[in-house]
């Protein structure tokens, strides 16, 4: 083994004050309390080496992509490709054909319901999803149902909020055509296990979609041994730029699949008799990509891939156990997602207190976490509330902040009592 594969083997210290240095944000004071960002699973800060790159794309390098044969549109060409590149190790996808950028995990799921469903898809098949999904793992599929005759099966989760597997395989049938999964739960928090869902769809002979939105940060992905067949993430909840995300598709899928968007880039020629369209990954990525994005991206999977997404994992894993125990020792304080494989993301009620006004009172203590559905409806209907106060935590949260939400709620307990 060479000396760089060893030293990278080397787990390096984690110490999560150095690592908060790289987050400019994070020294935020919030109506004179020091910023506690437990907001993460809706997006995350970005830490400086980011920030930079994007201004050094903006400052040296800027020019449209694949077209010019000057200076400049060869380096951005050049960066936006490495961009690609990472991307595919990152993941560990087989090919860089298979790595398509998109606007987000919306956007790739929204490209896979309209060019996989309208090339595959059609009257009376049968696409199956679960009960946990972000509302953007759901409306794609009903507005393809609606244009094809499809029909929506929907796997139940029990009240800890672990899907009921049995359910899945009385789904399985010859008119199944597509099974699209949420990996880690963004209300719940649950990590599905999807490994096992791809093995049983896979004997059906059915693909699978893996909605990453969750999971790309937290755990190192491997596709090719996940086995699925698509996987789609943002690059804002990795700590890089909005606007930009991936979907990650098998080439020989891909290749099958009509283009999502027309327009430049996507074509190799036009003429008003016939269009013929671009090799992978182009094909699907009409029109002016966000190049500023891809490139933000790369340096965001260069900073986890320094910090080590195994240092991460253990300790958001540390952090998780320890705010699931402070919390849990609230009186009218009942956890909403008590799987027992779970991401850093706690979902919470207090009895008699609606969650706004719980995320009202710490915002003033500042502490910034989110109060809503979560864009996960059918989850809240499961368990007949409105809403929950979600706080979710990421590598530069610290055991302190965590005693200051149980603090702020404490002081929210009082303010109704
Ligand atoms: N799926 C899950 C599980 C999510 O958490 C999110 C973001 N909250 C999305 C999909 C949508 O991601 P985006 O808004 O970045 O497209």
């Given at each position: 083994?060479?000396?760089q594969?060893n030293?990278?083997k080397?787990s390096?210290p984690?110490d999560v ?14 109506r004179?309390?020091?910023l506690v960002?437990f907001d993460n ?5 970005k ?5 930079e ?5 903006y400052e040296?390098?800027?020019?449209n ?14 960066e936006f490709?490495a961009?690609r590149?990472?991307?595919r190790k990152f993941?560990?996808?087989e ?7 998109t606007?987000g995990?919306t956007e790739?799921i929204?490209?896979?319901?309209n060019s996989?469903?309208k090339?595959?898809?059609?009257q009376?098949d049968?696409?199956?999803?679960s009960?946990?999904e972000?509302?953007s793992?759901?409306?794609?599929w009903?507005?393809l149902?609606?244009e094809?005759?499809a029909?929506?099966r929907?796997?139940?989760f029990?009240?800890n909020?672990e ?9 399985l049938n ?5 099974i699209s999964?949420?990996?880690v ?9 999807v ?6 769809a896979?004997s059906?002979a059915?693909?699978v ?6 999971s790309i940060?937290h ?6 041994d996940?086995?699925?067949d ?5 690059g ?6 909005t ?6 598709g098998?080439k ?7 283009p999502?968007?027309g327009g430049?880039?996507?074509i190799?020629s036009?003429?008003?008799q016939?269009?013929?369209?671009n090799?992978l990954?182009?094909k699907?990525?009409?029109g002016?990509p966000?190049i ?8 965001a999977?260069d900073y986890l891939?320094e ?8 300790y958001e894993n540390?952090?998780l ?25 706690l979902?919470?009620?207090l009895?008699n207190i609606h ?7 710490l ?12 864009c996960t409806?059918p989850?809240m ?9 979600r ?6 949260n610290?055991k302190?902040?965590?005693d200051?939400?149980?603090?702020g709620?404490q002081?929210v307990?009082k303010?109704?009592?």
């Amino acid at each position: 083994m060479k000396l760089q594969e060893n030293l990278e083997k080397v787990s390096i210290p984690f110490d999560v004050y150095k690592v908060r240095e790289d987050f400019p944000i994070l020294k935020t004071t919030v109506r004179g309390n020091p910023l506690v960002y437990f907001d993460n699973a809706a997006t995350t800060q970005k830490p400086i080496s980011v920030i930079e790159r994007i201004r050094k794309y903006y400052e040296q390098e800027n020019s449209n992509v694949h077209r010019g044969v000057h200076y400049l549109s060869e380096i951005a060409t050049k960066e936006f490709e490495a961009a690609r590149e990472q991307v595919r190790k990152f993941i560990n996808a087989e090919f860089k054909e298979e790595i398509i950028f998109t606007r987000g995990t919306t956007e790739a799921i929204n490209l896979v319901a309209n060019s996989f469903g309208k090339t595959f898809i059609g009257q009376g098949d049968e696409i199956i999803i679960s009960e946990m999904e972000h509302h953007s793992n759901i409306v794609p599929w009903q507005l393809l149902c609606e244009e094809t005759g499809a029909k929506l099966r929907v796997i139940p989760f029990d009240d800890n909020g672990e899907l009921i597997l049995d359910e899945l395989e009385k789904f399985l049938n010859e008119r199944t055509k597509l099974i699209s999964i949420v990996h880690v739960s963004n209300s719940l928090g649950t990590v599905n296990p999807v490994k096992k869902i791809v093995e049983i769809a896979h004997s059906y002979a059915v693909p699978v979609l893996l909605d990453g939105a969750q999971s790309i940060m937290h755990q190192k992905i491997d596709v090719q041994d996940l086995g699925c067949d698509f996987f789609v993430f943002s690059g804002h909840k990795i700590y890089g730029p909005t606007g930009i995300g991936v979907l990650y598709g098998k080439k020989d899928l891909l290749e099958k699949m009509r283009p999502y968007q027309g327009g430049g880039d996507m074509i190799k020629s036009v003429t008003f008799q016939k269009t013929t369209y671009n090799d992978l990954p182009y094909k699907f990525e009409a029109g002016t990509p966000n190049i500023e994005g891809a490139i933000g991206l790369r340096a965001a999977i260069d900073y986890l891939n320094e910090i080590g997404l195994e240092n991460i994992a253990q300790y958001e894993n540390e952090l998780l156990n320890y705010a699931t125990e402070k919390l849990s020792q609230i009186s009218n304080l009942k956890l909403i997602g008590t799987a027992k494989s779970k991401g850093p993301i706690l979902s919470f009620i207090l009895e008699n207190i609606h969650p706004h006004d719980v995320g009202t009172i710490l915002d003033y203590e500042g502490i910034a976490v989110r109060t809503g559905h979560h864009c996960t409806q059918p989850v809240m209907e499961h368990f007949k509330i409105p809403a929950t106060t979600r706080a979710s935590l990421s590598f530069y949260n610290t055991k302190e902040e965590v005693d200051r939400l149980v603090q702020g709620i404490q002081k929210v307990i009082k303010v109704f009592s």
